[in-house]
């Protein structure tokens, strides 16, 4: 997502933007979910660089997991119901979701905020990683560097969106700095991220 197709969406409501990233991908082609609560591979388009979004988790969390998802209506698993962005795109639709949550969301879930700090941040930290040495990249399968392709030049856009999440951080309970300090890489390997100068950057913007 470029800064001109930023400042264009922001002030989308969440079903609205929900809308525009579908026309501007398509519909899915699979449900998510097969009818025995099993994923379907092929409603993935990690291929692409696009990563998948249930329409529904403003109301509830992990409905891509099967133990999850079966407790709520299949139709939230349904084609029409998926919406695909890059990862830049998936952060602000997670942003969306903490800032404006459904009046129907479960009062129990933190909606929006664990694909927030458990993935979306940590993965766009290894985009920007800084570190001399990004060598460990080439190790990545050939999806993940098409998704790191679709947004690594958009770094103003990362740190526009952090920016929003620091004016919104009543609304992310718990709040702490440390939580946007991390590395997926780093989590699933014992392989050191230099992101040193990436987390300073992060510090003065969200103290």
Not at 1 to 29: H, I, P, R, T
Not at 48 to 63: A, M, S, T
Not at 138 to 157: A, F, G, H, I, R
Request: net charge positive; glycine share 4%.
């Amino acid at each position: 997502m470029k800064k001109s197709e930023y400042q264009k969406v922001k002030n989308y409501s969440y079903e609205q933007y929900c809308n525009y990233l579908q026309n501007k991908y398509g519909l899915g082609k699979y449900d998510y979910m097969t009818k025995s609560w099993n994923h379907n591979p092929k409603s993935s388009r990690t291929k692409e660089g696009l990563y998948c979004h249930h329409k529904y988790e403003d109301r509830v969390i992990n409905l891509n997991k099967p133990e999850w998802g079966k407790n709520y209506p299949y139709e939230w698993q349904k084609k029409e119901n998926l919406v695909y962005s890059d990862l830049l795109e998936h952060l602000l639709l997670h942003i969306m979701i903490r800032e404006n949550p459904s009046k129907d969301a479960d009062p129990n879930q933190c909606v929006g905020l664990g694909g927030i700090i458990n993935f979306i941040v940590p993965e766009l930290n290894d985009v920007y990683c800084d570190s001399k040495d990004n060598s460990w990249k080439n190790d990545l399968p050939e999806w993940q560097k098409t998704t790191y392709q679709l947004v690594e030049k958009d770094k103003d856009v990362y740190f526009e969106l952090l920016k929003r999440i620091k004016n919104q951080k009543d609304k992310y309970s718990g709040y702490t700095l440390e939580w946007f300090l991390k590395s997926n890489y780093q989590n699933f390997t014992k392989n050191p991220v230099n992101n040193t100068k990436l987390f300073n950057e992060i510090k003065k913007i969200l103290k």
